[in-house]
């Protein structure tokens, strides 16, 4: 049910703007129950207070909404039917409009790409927010922890404190460097081997289908999924991949560094 339900919730107002263009669109057998899901459906999307700013609607605002959910059942009251509904409401949805569904789709890969190393970034709040929520040992909940008892407990303190300041600068340099690196490797990745697929042997071009393509297709990969059934807007999502994505610029770093070191050899090599 979950996975149903977040489909539907995280797409909401794309669904509701397919019900808007597409009044034979139907979200229940009975007349009165379709009216009244829709009718539900465009008041919950109504009163989002707080909407996430890259999916324009706060999903959870869905997701845990009781009341709507309770609708839902009274519609469907087997689990199954729920289920279909859900489903079956998001794929109506994109038959009718595909546009908003893959432009959204786009918007969510570029932006997991964006915060693939932002987690523990130059953002220091957000640094010393993450500091406390993973800190869950026991000294930490005892309040001994020097996470909890130190200089980065408190984002305020990160800031104006020369401690803070410099956690912040080292932070910068350091994912700046691998974002730099992540997009340079991602780019060289997707448009090199265009150029230089024939010039490879055997041996080369399995090396890069390995640790190049593999890593890249299963990063992209996860993306997707986000960007069908979530948002990056929640940035622990962005997180799920993080040493996969150290490994592929790392491993990426090294095979484009050698490829650029042969590409050198060669022209200098005489005639």
């Not at 960007?227 to 997180?239: L, M, P």
Request: some cysteine; charged content about 15%.
């Amino acid at each position: 049910m979950f996975g149903a339900r977040s489909i539907f919730c995280n797409r909401l107002p794309l669904i509701n703007a397919a019900l808007a263009k597409s009044p034979d669109m139907r979200l229940a057998a009975s007349a009165q129950h379709h009216a009244d899901l829709r009718q539900t459906m465009r008041a919950l999307q109504d009163s989002d207070a707080a909407p996430w700013k890259a999916q324009g609607f706060d999903g959870d605002h869905c997701m845990y909404n009781a009341a709507f959910h309770a609708r839902v059942a009274q519609a469907f009251p087997d689990r199954d039917g729920q289920r279909r509904f859900y489903i079956e409401a998001y794929l109506q949805a994109l038959a009718r409009d595909p546009a908003p569904f893959l432009a959204m789709l786009l918007r969510q890969v570029v932006l997991g790409v964006e915060k693939t190393f932002d987690m523990f970034a130059i953002h220091t709040p957000h640094f010393a927010e993450a500091a406390k929520l993973e800190a869950r040992a026991p000294g930490f909940l005892a309040g001994t922890s020097p996470i909890a008892t130190g200089p980065l407990n408190d984002p305020q303190r990160v800031r104006t404190t020369l401690l803070g300041q410099a956690v912040n600068a080292a932070l910068a340099v350091l994912f700046w460097t691998h974002a730099i690196a992540y997009f340079a490797v991602t780019l060289a990745t997707l448009a090199l081997p265009a150029v230089r697929w024939r010039a490879w042997d055997a041996g080369r071009r399995r090396a890069f289908l390995l640790y190049l393509a593999l890593p890249l297709l299963v990063i992209l990969a996860h993306h997707a999924v986000i960007g069908v059934s979530h948002s990056f807007d929640i940035r622990r999502y962005a997180f799920n991949l993080y040493f996969v994505n150290l490994a592929f610029v790392g491993l990426g770093g090294v095979f484009w560094l050698d490829e650029l070191h042969r590409l050198r050899t060669a022209r200098a090599a005489p005639a």
